[in-house]
């Protein structure tokens, strides 16, 4: 039995070459029309930057200590960017701009969250890609996001500068209103006019965590139990209670002995707190930068056009070829086995004499 070489495979391709190409051809065409009928997926890009003072008070490092470490840093921006990544947002997105069929189905939220990816890019950079059917609907959303996230950082800062500068006036009350031992409700209710200006900060803390959060946040049911605490102080002033301040509470009190020292070291922390406050509800985004502005694409992320025509080509040289050796190695390697090779023996030549 003969058995055919590479050489007879190859020359067997090279005589039906027509046939390859016509696979080529149809497989590629195959290709190009597969690029109309799949569905297309798009994705927006952006880079945003979380600047490293958002993290830090140098005047109130007592009570906040600084973060220095990188990697502690990059950790707390990476907590970040997935607390705006919360279900709540997800099943605004997936009502708003219906992404999915049930906005409540929580696996369906989860493979949504996978469309949108965050990548670091070095210290404090991240790369947010969302992807969507529709590119201008993945250009909204990813915009969205960036707005939520600008949201977030606010309230998260907001609520932790609110928490120490509620703590540092109750001290300061303590020592420049109460006695030795007084506890905040016997302060209020020995001095009403306090209630209403405390009621005022913890309905205004209400309203700014609304913006990001539901009413069932604890930090929102905490507050209410404490405007409902307050209302009981919150009563008609009398004849011998001091009138409401105006402005600043503190402005104005003098405080002797051995507290003189640490009332003037909170009062000076508590006003550049109430400064900080007022600057980051003017300057929301200023935590917040954008490397690479988002756009709305032209084309998709998938299917690509040229990968389609690279795929078509290579599936028809490999379908074409296999077709051409299945059907014709069988009948070349008959005629082969047929076929008589002349000897090469020597033959020798008897000269006559």
Same mark, same amino acid.
């Given at each position: ?16 070459k ?11 065409l195959?290709?190009l ?16 930057s979380?600047q490293t ?11 906040l200590?600084?973060?220095?470490d ?9 907590? +970040? &960017?997935? /607390?705006?990544?919360?279900? @709540?947002f997800?099943?605004?997105m997936?009502?708003?701009? #219906?992404?999915?069929?049930? *906005? ?7 493979l949504l969250?996978k ?10 950079a ?7 059917k ?5 250009y ?5 996001f960036?707005?939520?996230?600008q949201s ?8 932790? +500068? &609110?928490n /120490?500068?509620?703590?540092? @006036? ?6 420049a209103?109460? #006695?030795?031992?007084?506890? *905040? ?16 900060k ?7 965590l ?10 929102i049911?905490?507050?209410k139990?404490?405007l409902?605490q ?6 008609p ?17 003098k405080?002797?002995?051995?507290? #003189?020292?640490?009332?003037?070291d ?9 400064v900080?406050?007022f600057?980051d509800q003017?300057?929301?985004d200023?935590?917040m ?11 998709p992320?998938f ?20 077709w ?5 190695m069988?009948?070349a390697?008959?005629?082969k086995?047929?076929t008589?090779?002349?000897s ?7 000269e006559?004499?």
């Open positions: 039995m003969t058995s055919l070489n590479p050489n007879d495979y190859f020359n067997t391709l090279l005589q039906h027509k046939r390859i190409l016509n696979c080529i051809g149809v497989c590629t195959l290709a029309g597969s690029y109309f009928v799949l569905p297309k997926t798009y994705k927006v890009s952006s880079m945003i979380l003072q958002y993290f830090q008070l140098p005047l109130v490092s007592g009570f200590p600084e973060t220095m990188p990697q502690e840093l990059k950790a707390k921006r990476e907590a +970040l &960017l997935h /607390l705006a990544m919360n279900q @709540q997800l099943s605004q997936a009502t708003r701009y #219906k992404l999915i069929k049930d *906005p409540t189905n929580s696996h369906d939220l989860e969250a469309k949108l990816e965050i990548i670091p890019n070095g210290s404090s991240f790369i947010v890609n969302f992807t969507a529709d590119p201008n609907v993945a909204q959303v990813l915009q969205e960036i707005s939520h996230l977030i950082m606010t309230t998260e800062r907001h609520t932790l +500068l &609110l /120490l500068h509620d703590a540092i @006036q109750e001290q300061l009350e303590t020592i209103f109460g #006695k030795p031992g007084d506890t *905040p409700n016997a302060i209020y209710a020995a001095r009403p006019d306090l209630v209403q200006q405390r009621m005022d913890i309905q205004s803390e209400i309203a700014t609304k913006a990001s959060y539901s009413e069932k946040h604890p930090r049911t905490a507050l139990d404490q409902t307050l209302a009981q102080f919150n009563k002033f009398s004849d011998s209670s001091p009138p409401a301040a105006k402005g600043d509470m503190f402005g104005g009190i405080v002797d002995g051995a507290s #003189k020292e640490l009332f003037d909170l009062l000076k922390k508590y006003r550049y707190l109430e900080v406050i600057m003017q300057n929301k200023h935590y930068s954008l490397l690479n502005e988002a756009y709305i694409p032209e084309s992320v299917p690509k056009l040229p990968i389609l025509i690279v795929w078509g080509i290579a599936a028809g040289f490999l379908l074409g070829s296999i051409v050796l299945m059907k014709e069988p009948v390697e008959e005629k086995r047929f008589v090779v002349p090469r023996k020597p033959v020798r030549i008897e006559e004499a």
